[in-house]
């Protein structure tokens, strides 16, 4: 690296941290330091730090709220850029809502049922940012975030770009972005819906998340992706790894789909027990799972 990030050579007005500990900022409670974690102030602030970490050649991650992020144990090198400054929610006109990268889903739902919209209400319970929850297309009964969403603010090259979500390629927690473009916030398109309807739904979902969803230690909710439609726990369950564990990264007993952190795991201890469900699942059913948590770090 050419430059040290105490020497940090641009007006940066956001917060710096050195080597901060990504455990911190992850819902699964691991993972190593990150030699910068950053916090811009906006879009300007960004865009500065950015052109001094392509031109010092440091890498870079973004990062929502960590809920689906699995930080390997030597940590990352480069720099983490957090936008949780970036949370303004803002009616257009209509149906039309933009919310930006750092708002929570939850806020997103309760800001468009003060308007009388609806129709988002099935990701109140998801835990995480816009920004996240996009890139992701997170969510839940069948429906995903992007479904809902007209267009995207994107930060591309150093420029501001909205981009229309059907010339995008998404899918099932999925959405195929180009490398370095960061979602600075998303324009929903909503309907309109009477605020009890909306109420319904958000304690509906938050209910369900309290009794079936409630494993008792950190997890990042779903560690697999479905395969083929079909429920990932149905197979972790027929392969008989319901609370199976390597250290202390179990497969939850409360819902084989969620592999928890039951005090002091390591990353390695996830990928150790991820690796076993994966080639335990693939011997009963001959199903390849994926991961739907993103793994990042240094190997
Ligand atoms: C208890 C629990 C329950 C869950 N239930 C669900 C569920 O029902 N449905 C579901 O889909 N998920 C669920 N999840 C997973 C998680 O909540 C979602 O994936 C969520 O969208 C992650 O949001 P985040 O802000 O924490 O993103 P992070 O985990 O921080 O990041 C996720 C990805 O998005 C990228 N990213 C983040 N911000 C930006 C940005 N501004 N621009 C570009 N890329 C960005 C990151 O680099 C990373 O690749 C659950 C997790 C937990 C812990």
Redesign the pocket.
């Known amino acids: 690296m050419s430059c040290r990030y105490e020497d940090l050579p641009i007006p940066f007005r956001g917060r710096l941290l050195l080597g901060e500990p990504m455990q911190l900022?992850?819902?699964?409670k691991v993972g190593g330091p990150a030699d910068l974690y950053a916090i811009p102030e906006d879009t300007d602030d960004l865009t500065s730090l950015l052109s001094w970490l392509e031109e010092s050649n440091i890498p870079w991650?973004?990062?929502?709220?960590?809920?689906?992020?699995l930080v390997r144990d030597k940590g990352i090198r480069g720099a983490v850029?957090s936008?949780e400054k970036?949370n303004h929610i803002t009616a257009i006109d209509g149906s039309m809502i933009k919310a930006e990268?750092?708002v929570e889903?939850l806020a997103l739902v309760r800001f468009a049922q003060g308007k009388g919209l609806g129709g988002i209400g099935f990701?109140s319970?998801?835990?995480?940012?816009?920004?996240?929850?996009?890139?992701?297309?997170?969510?839940?009964y069948g429906k995903?975030?992007l479904e809902r969403t007209d267009h995207l603010t994107?930060l591309r090259n150093g420029n501001v770009h909205e981009v229309r979500i059907d010339e995008l390629d998404y899918g099932y927690?999925h959405l195929k972005?180009e490398v370095g473009?960061?979602?600075?916030a998303a324009t929903f398109s909503l309907e309109e819906c009477e605020p009890h309807h909306t109420e319904e739904q958000i304690r509906n979902d938050l209910e369900l998340?309290r009794t079936k969803?409630n494993?008792g230690y950190?997890?990042?909710?779903?560690f697999f992706k479905n395969p083929q439609e079909q429920a990932a726990w149905r197979f972790i369950d027929s392969a008989g790894m319901r609370g199976v564990k390597v250290g202390a990264a179990q497969v939850s007993e409360v819902h084989s789909n969620?592999l928890v952190n039951i005090g002091g795991a390591t990353c390695q201890n996830f990928l150790d027990l991820a690796k076993i469900v994966k080639n335990a699942v693939h011997a009963t059913s001959g199903v390849t799972l994926e991961e739907?948590?993103?793994i990042?770090g240094q190997i």
Not at 61 to 69: C, D, E, P
Not at 218 to 222: L, Q
């Open positions: 900022h992850t819902s699964l991650l973004m990062i929502g709220r960590g809920y689906n992020l850029i936008l970036f990268a750092g889903n990701i319970g998801i835990p995480g940012t816009i920004g996240g929850a996009i890139k992701m297309n997170a969510g839940a995903g975030i994107l927690r972005l473009d960061i979602v600075l998340r969803h494993v950190p997890s990042a909710g779903s969620f739907e948590v993103r990042v």
